[in-house]
């Protein structure tokens, strides 16, 4: 599997974990995570640039590139907790979208069957129907809930002329069997997208979305619980898709479709942690980084900490659940030291 | 009335919506809306730019420019439920203040005089005086209540020398009668500006301004609640006037004035939209976005979803009205589909 | 003909001038050029963005957008001595290139067979392809040569796994008879791509690309007359593509592929302007302005004049052949008035 | 004491108050507060730039640098109520940190000395050390709390091969005896430094530290009500340490080391005015402002804002100790007057 | 004559040197040269921003701000070897187009009346029309020759329905007979304004106006000389005005109305130094850095240089006339030392 | 001898060439060529950020990182054609500015010491003082001629009361005679400084410097074929040292003391070129690059390409002294083949 992504960079890890080469199903058996950059943005709508998303998602930090992040807040180390391995891009080309998904879910089905939990980062949100069926096409369709941090709900019909892009991975999800319609929960919603038509389909589909109104009435802790619930219904299993800009612009600027009004960078971190930690997560992906309408690099820091937010979060809940504890939001930095 | 905005780019509508001709009274007799470019930055105390905010708050959308626009909230469509027409520019010149406001007032007067409301936007915040008055012109003096969202209180008397500027509009409109000082709801004051001598004139005009410690300290919500009670006091109207900057600078860098400490991008919309829903607003503006000073565009998106979340709300309260119903901020995006 | 180019911002014409439907012959029938926007970066292989070129060519200019540019340096108006229509944009998508170059090429095709001279606003330089075929449907194929401003050669071959890309569409006009090989003129040339191999294959073709090292040894205007000599040798007419990048990145920031050492603007402008002065143009483009990555706009005003001069010289042209005069670059701008 | 602050821009006070001379101790004597640029930058361990803070927060402000900044919320005009003079840079160069530390240390030492509350314009958070040296030496090793808001502990043994980076401070004002362990407030850590050892090193010195996650889940206002009780307990007085990026970089982007999920301007600016007014502050800093990496000045503002908040908190304060009054957040802006 | 400079950033003077003050004659009664800021901006007609100008052009340099500044080339210390002052800047309001001019005017006339060359830092070239005339009234209308340094001749008659504007000062000087029309010498035009109408009435006035094509066609050198023989001709005195668009938006993104083809920056710097070295310049300007647009501050730095560049210049012609010396541009640096 | 370098970001490698680890003498016995990174900028006297030149020298570049760049001009592939490995970056750390120069002198003689040519990456100017030396330290002190293109001498004595700095290196090089005063050839000086107490410095040392204005009136090539002369001139090897900024700040905005007036890209590229083809260059620097002040990374893509383009010359020298031919400046592209 040759890689097109140097083509946006030189041939990186994450964080500098170790890499594994997707050719050699050996190399990455043992993994638990495997990271995999989908440098896609031939499905965008509006602002490009999310093709640099898995570069810049993969350097953007302060500290040494040395594969180890102990986390404050959980109190493990995610990247040597956990076996995390890296394995490169996925060659795509953003004139051919339908060789793109193809060459992606292929990828995202390697990794999954290996038994390791994929990461992507994306890329436009077009890869969400190549990350999620890969995974279950492992998992078994119909099988997985959806957990969708968004500002849209990407569940449109026919964009452009075409099936896919990255408004309609959803619907083609749903559509395939892959994800339950009455497993999608949606939080963040807003705006003036999508019309009554696709709004009716998505309640056809016994959807659950969270408009920003009710989840700023009710409070946001209250409807991730109720999701939460629902998520675990007859399930195997949760795909995470985070799209960057479920946050509001002036924490996400660098992305190509920004909604105000969104998420806190604080409220998506910690509703990151909380899904991770209390759900059966098999596969995520963070989507829709644009660093050519970043600044400061802020919003590329924000997919790089998303990745290890739900990495922290993954091995703590692996490391609670071997030892019957349970994680105390409340407790001070230093007690128990 | 021909026009100079095409000088600060394109001839445009906003979001595609028809256009009309402010001196052909026919075409916009059965309005609901009219839009007004007001592209005077002349009156800024410091960073000057405003006069490309029309162009900007019109253009800066990822979606279809097509003249539709349907709130996920509050399931209207406000460009279609309501007649809404662009009537482009008023001429105006950074040079000449005194020329410029007569122009804008009474461009703003003809658009009430119709019945329509208007939307005006700016331009730096000296356009208040022309716009408020013109709409009091039709509603009467004394007669309409004014809800004021911003950072500062705009109401200096001589600066720089004149009596028309960006931070005097306030004290203009109460000295001439236009809008009663006690009528006057200011929503999201700081800093260090203005001194006592012009606290105590606004005291004396028993004016109402909730600075953020008071609302920080109360609530958002109960604020204004309590400002709706006084604003909806002996009035035949409301007048709506939102100065970006009232967002912190994080949230709304593309300004003249940026004050740190204000409110987020979700609150000034919820504010905006609870504003038009529960009062009767018969015209309103948006002003201070200043593109030079944005990046990623995310003030002029802001500046764009003000006027949606305020139409969508006229539009809710109209049809609620007609219907004898409630909007329920609570209820889920799908539920009722 | 319905346009997706609104998706990019609003829908507007070249510097106000009028505009016409390409589904509408007639109302094109008398048009001299036609603009035509092609928002297609999806053949791009690093830094997209020349989606929003059209766009931004169309309304940066800090003059009136009002259908008038009289040139000082060539005593024409074009968009006034010409009959200067804007068709829009074609609908294309970035994920789709095949069905997107035919939309192009369709459209291109059009304009030509009414005898205009299409002027088309990129996009990335994978649309050279369709436009100069679509010019060359007309004219007849192999009877156009191509004078070509560019830092690269663009005669890939496969590239990404595909034929169709921004790296290739001089080898497909090649290849396809659409061109002579020895009718192509390169100019601006440099840095380190293609390998040996391609230049081989460009070598055979009998294709004269100016690299910078024999520009400026010899001087750009010796290598343009050189250039034009061979161009007019056996032709019906020269087909002018102009990739911004051969500007230097000093001059033009905003593109997708920069390379030192190129061009002055003040170069590419004169060069322009002496090939639409000296050749029977009958089509062109300009190409790979990405806004995201301009600054103060600098490149997209580049672009706005690349198009100006270009006009401003065929008008110039027109007139001197009917006067028998010539125009010579040395009269005071004052003299003879 | 010569002055090479003027290598980074011109020769300017905070908001155009009075200077003084370092050197003629008379010139402040009566002195409430000294202001003090450090401009040091060579402790960064990423992106520098905190050279030109101390330049950027003196004069980024829209209102008249005249020396007065009447604040709203408090009622008091810190810059007239109390004495407050600028004695401009101390020599510092990035490479020689020794030196530069210990030149800031003795600058603020005399300050100190002269009975005046230093205020340090950083410059890179290394200046912790002697900023707190300074004030400790005059007013006893061990008899100061440390209140400090950052999302980093700044407890690193030796970063880079060194004792003193703007990773170290914290640790080496424990060792040194400057400030005790227990008597260290740290609010607003977060990510995915400092790792088990170092933790385990501030357990064992008995600090507390506020981590994101314990002030999301119990509240800010709770954390800091029983932080100011240890920090009250068998102290002489508190010095107060504001790193910018304890704030969101969403609000603070112009800054070394940003870190997703941090506190809003809002609540830094309430934090920093209720630690001023709440306990006696003898000195205070503010760091990290890096102007290179900020846009629209807006972290630039954050800064200049946090200074006049912590002055005039200060001047409060002493007002209503005096006075025997107590100020009230929840007071209309216009009530008493 | 309060300042309102101090509005738009700290009261600082250009480079360090000294301060004067226009109401205290004694105080620069043997100046040789006198600063003055005129931060006007409310005669853009396009982008704004020039009214920072003033402060950026005197503080952007990274060499200490001490009032020295030994030039390479010319071999003398301007700031030291003159007498230069600065007297800050003159009270403006963009709102209030003809106060503002009348305030410059009036400013610059007491420079001139001293017998020092006021060299004015703009602003939008509006201020042309007050400082040329202000030098006029010392040193007589009619007696003056304009060396006009310009992307666009300013000319213009009526714009946005006012005779005052940053199009039209050059028409109001020669109106007025201030300034002979065929003593106008304008070197840089090009572009596509003004129209025939005012190049008709230019070429009646008899001005001389370079425009780039006949720049490049016969060399800048040779137009130069040409045009100071006719400046030199029968005129007791020359005014220079730079308009930093002449050069090329790469070298100058920071203005208003960047036109493409432009002077190098190289070009402009010899170009003033040619003018103040072979001319007896007594006034000039520099007009139309605007900040907002500018990026790592190059529009800022080359201001600051043309400053310096004129300053050194005419050092060197006093020391030379005293000498009877002449300068040798092609003498090596280390020459004579 | 581990790096710090990732600190700064990934550790990677010049376009993808080989690795090699300074530790390990056999693994870069056979090289042409080792490239070194020195990530130091606590030398700079204004803007700093040169810290990351070296990541961004590197990885700046839309070609695929693959360790192959055929140069169109010279007809070499230089990455393969010679052995070029990358030694990562040396240990540096801005707050020590002794520590950091020696393992920079360590680790550059190293290379020298193996016979490779170093190309150092910087980090500031103050590196050429341990590049040079640990060049000299194999070729011999007062063997090695400088060609020194910069718009700085880099000569002063004491700056910020240090001996070490960005504007130093050279007189220590001549003070310690690792460099002869008298075979130091400077390039592109021009502006404001050093002062006339360093310039006789340098003229008693017997430096050749061609400042701007001698290159402009004399020619740029024939200033080189002088210098080149002088070099060449009982000499063992030609160390060349290249500061972006001898460039024009509108070709190369990204650095920390931008002076306007300097040479275009294609100039400097030229030169670079022509030094390394005529001149047996034995070590070389491309230094200041600062990416904090970058935009569009174009200055980052001039550091690229000095590389390249001095790798290329020196690949093509080598060719054809074995060849016994030369290279043809004029030669067609396609010529040949």
Redesign the interface.
């Known amino acids: 599997m040759s890689r097109?992504g140097?083509?946006?960079?030189?041939?990186?890890?994450f964080l500098?974990v170790e890499r594994c080469d997707l050719d050699d199903p050996a190399g990455y058996a043992d993994a638990d995570v495997v990271i995999l950059g989908a440098p896609f943005?031939?499905?965008?709508?509006?602002?490009?640039?999310a093709?640099?998303g898995p570069n810049a998602i993969?350097?953007t930090c302060?500290?040494?590139?040395?594969g180890?992040?102990?986390?404050?807040?959980l109190r493990v180390?995610a990247l040597k907790d956990l076996r995390v391995l890296d394995a490169g891009d996925v060659?795509t080309?953003?004139?051919?979208?339908e060789?793109?998904l193809r060459a992606i879910e292929d990828a995202v089905a390697r990794i999954a069957a290996s038994g390791a939990i994929p990461v992507v980062l994306g890329g436009d949100h077009?890869i969400a129907l190549p990350d999620a069926t890969g995974v279950a096409r492992h998992h078994g369709f119909g099988r997985i809930s959806m957990v969708h941090f968004d500002a849209h709900a990407d569940t449109g019909d026919i964009e452009?002329?075409?099936l896919?892009?990255h408004g309609q991975p959803m619907r083609r999800l749903i559509e395939s069997g892959a994800v339950r319609g009455d497993r999608f929960l949606q939080i963040g919603?807003?705006?003036?997208?999508?019309?009554?038509e696709i709004?009716?389909w998505?309640?056809?589909q016994r959807?659950?979305?969270?408009?920003?109104?009710?989840i700023?009435?009710?409070g946001l802790d209250e409807c991730l619980a109720e999701a939460y619930a629902i998520a675990l219904d007859d399930c195997d299993g949760v795909y995470l898709s985070v799209d960057v800009d479920v946050c509001?612009?002036?924490?996400?600027?660098?992305t190509?479709?920004?909604?105000?009004?969104?998420l806190?960078?604080?409220q998506l971190?910690?509703a990151v942690r909380r899904t991770c930690y209390e759900l059966p997560v098999v596969g995520l992906e963070i989507v829709e980084v644009a660093p050519?309408?970043?600044?400061?690099?802020?919003t590329a820091?924000?997919g790089n900490?998303v990745v290890?937010e739900a990495l922290s979060a993954i091995a703590r809940r692996r490391r609670d659940a071997a030892d019957g504890t349970r994680w105390d939001?409340?407790?001070?930095?230093?007690d128990g030291?």
């Open positions: 097109y140097q083509m946006f960079g030189p041939d990186i890890t500098g943005d031939g499905g965008t709508s509006h602002r490009p640039g093709r640099f993969r350097q302060y500290l040494p590139h040395d180890s992040r102990p986390s404050l807040a180390d060659e080309y953003a004139g051919d979208i060789g793109s077009t452009f002329g075409h896919h892009g919603l807003r705006g003036y997208w999508p019309g009554p709004l009716d998505m309640a056809g959807m659950r979305s969270y408009e920003m109104t009710e700023v009435t009710r509001d612009p002036g924490h996400a600027p660098g190509g479709t920004p909604e105000p009004g969104g806190s960078a604080r971190l910690d050519p309408y970043d600044h400061a690099d802020i820091y924000l900490r290890l939001p409340a407790q001070p930095l230093l030291r």
